[in-house]
Structures are given as structure tokens and as C-alpha cells.
């Protein structure tokens, strides 16, 4: 649990001012926002169809997870940097709904998830191969949800 000063301080922080002073940082933070989540699940999309052999079959699944994961990880700063400048403003708010702490651990199980790809990208037995297409499941439902779970607290906050 995040203690209540600390989630105090950061919404009288004078960054937190500055992000609710108006409605166009607001807009402007949340539209970066997106385009960081958008990146990173088109990169999450694509690592996703190869791994299950539906695009780039002709290609070693280590060059397309690799090249996926980097376009991913610039997509996931954006999106992280982003969105703790919106986190600021409402902190206490956000930790108290349960629908952002479900966003929260579905990100975490996503980057995880994608930490793993890399080792079964790797292998190439018959087994793994198995892996890997229900890895490509396991990661497209991931990031899927945490976009469901974004798009929820937005809209029943």
C-alpha cells in the first residue's frame, strides 16, 4: 500500500499543478499517453501473430521478437512517463480504485510477460514451438486488457 502523505505530496506537487492547469496539457499528456500504449501494442500485436505463425514465418522469431521489443520498450516509457505526469494530479483517487490497480497488475503480468519471450524465441523444438504460440496468446489478451482496464477507469472514474 502507497502511503497517504506520499500520495499528498505528489498532488500538491507543483508538476501536479501544472499537468490540472489546463485542459490542453491534460489533452496533450493523455494523446502522448496513447500513442506510447499504441506502439507498444502494435509491437505486442506483432511479436504476437509471428509467435503463433501468422505473419513473418520466413523470418527467425529472435530477430522479430528482438526488433518488437525494442519498438515496445520506447512505447512503454512514453506511456509510463506519461502517465505518472497524469497519475500526480489524482494519486489518491487512482490507488483507491480497484479498476487502476487491476490496469496496474495487468501491466506488470504484460511486461513480464514479454521478459520471458526472448528465451523461447530461441529454441526451436517442437515443444517450444508450442510455447511460443501460447505465449503469443498469453501476450496479445495481456496488453489487450490493460488497454480494457485503461479505458474503463477512464470512463467510470
Do not use: Y
Not at 501491466?107 to 523461447?120: E, H, K, Q, T
Request: contains cysteine.
Amino acid at each position: 500500500m502507497v502511503p497517504a502523505t506520499f500520495l499528498q505530496t505528489l498532488e500538491q506537487s507543483g508538476l501536479a499543478a501544472w499537468v490540472n492547469s489546463s485542459a490542453r496539457i491534460l489533452g496533450l499528456l493523455s494523446g502522448i499517453h496513447l500513442i506510447g500504449f499504441t506502439i507498444v501494442v502494435g509491437g505486442a500485436f506483432v511479436c504476437a501473430l509471428h509467435m503463433v505463425g501468422a505473419v513473418f514465418a520466413d523470418r527467425p522469431s529472435r530477430e522479430i521478437t528482438g526488433t518488437a521489443l525494442r519498438v515496445m520498450t520506447a512505447g512503454l516509457l512514453v506511456s509510463l512517463i506519461t502517465g505518472g505526469l497524469l497519475f500526480m494530479p489524482r494519486a489518491q483517487a487512482a490507488v483507491a480504485n480497484w479498476i487502476f490497480g487491476l490496469k496496474m497488475l495487468l501491466l506488470v503480468a504484460a511486461v513480464l510477460s514479454m521478459l520471458i519471450v526472448p528465451r523461447f524465441a530461441q529454441q526451436a523444438d517442437f515443444g517450444s514451438v508450442l510455447k511460443l504460440r501460447a505465449w503469443g496468446f498469453v501476450i496479445a489478451a495481456l496488453w489487450l486488457a490493460v488497454g480494457a482496464a485503461g479505458a474503463a477507469f477512464i470512463l467510470l472514474e
